[in-house]
Antibody, heavy 121, light 110 residues
Framework: EVQLVESGGGLIQPGGSLRLSCAAS????????MTWVRQAPGKGLEWVSV???????YYADSVKGRFTISRDNSKNTLYLQMNSLRAEDTAVYYC???????????????WGQGTLVTVSS | QTVVTQEPSFSVSPGGTVTLTCGLS?????????SSWYQQTPGQAPRTLIY???TRSSGVPDRFSGSILGNKATLTITGAQADDESDYYC??????????FGGGTKLTVL
């Protein structure tokens, strides 16, 4: 059974740093495309970042230069390092796997339950 | 920057049919956008409904269907039920590793 469990959220002051973790089971993160998606309180979903099976990484403009996605294959865990945090980064952060359909199209097939990050003084 | 558009809200009667749309502020949605749809209830993680434009995820009832009509991706619910009352999100692949979610549609069943 595929499971994704996020951790590392909490209250952090503006300008601070935080690292989120997403422990995966039931599949291997090293062979998978993995993403982070966030949701500000009362708002919609926002794609944040993706890491491909190689080492390619991509970011939304809103976090580029401040957030870094990475993974530890030995721990089967995905990370999101968040620096220079702002109030507008306050959100529930979900990790999700990008699965691939039989026709080759990617989609968000498994989601974690999310971890809340609150940026406030 | 391209915006993915969805109706902010929609209402449907129990047993009725509703079609939600997912468009682009500039241009048309095509299969190359890998359109997919997700259902979310308050406090819960999103649930995958439709991917590759029109493929239902495992366990999703066949009253949910997806397509591309005109220049938009669509999610149709046929025979809406009370527990379909949720937020619905589409997401499109923009190329170069970038994905963009629509703003979501709040569906009311009454």
């Amino acid at each position: 059974e595929v499971q994704l469990v996020e951790s590392g959220g909490g209250l952090i002051q503006p300008g601070g740093s935080l690292r989120l973790s997403c422990a995966a089971s039931g599949f291997t993160v090293s062979n998978s495309y993995m993403t982070w998606v966030r949701q500000a309180p009362g708002k919609g979903l926002e794609w944040v970042s993706v890491i491909y099976g190689g080492s390619g990484t991509y970011y939304a403009d809103s976090v580029k230069g401040r957030f870094t996605i990475s993974r530890d294959n030995s721990k089967n865990t995905l990370y999101l390092q968040m620096n220079s945090l702002r109030a507008e980064d306050t959100a529930v952060y979900y990790c999700a796997r990008l699965g691939r359909s039989s026709s080759g199209y990617h989609y968000f097939d498994y989601w974690g339950q999310g971890t809340l990050v609150t940026v406030s003084s | 920057q391209t915006v993915v558009t969805q109706e902010p809200s929609f209402s449907v009667s129990p047993g009725g049919t509703v079609t939600l749309t997912c468009g682009l502020s500039s241009g048309s949605v095509s299969t190359s956008h890998y359109s997919s749809w997700y259902q979310q209830t308050p406090g819960q993680a999103p649930r995958t409904l439709i991917y590759s434009t029109n493929t239902r995820s495992s366990g999703v009832p066949d009253r949910f269907s997806g397509s591309i009509l005109g220049n938009k991706a669509t999610l149709t619910i046929t025979g809406a039920q009370a527990d379909d009352e949720s937020d619905y999100y589409c997401v499109l692949y923009m190329g170069s590793g970038i994905w963009v979610f629509g703003g979501g549609t709040k569906l009311t069943v009454l």
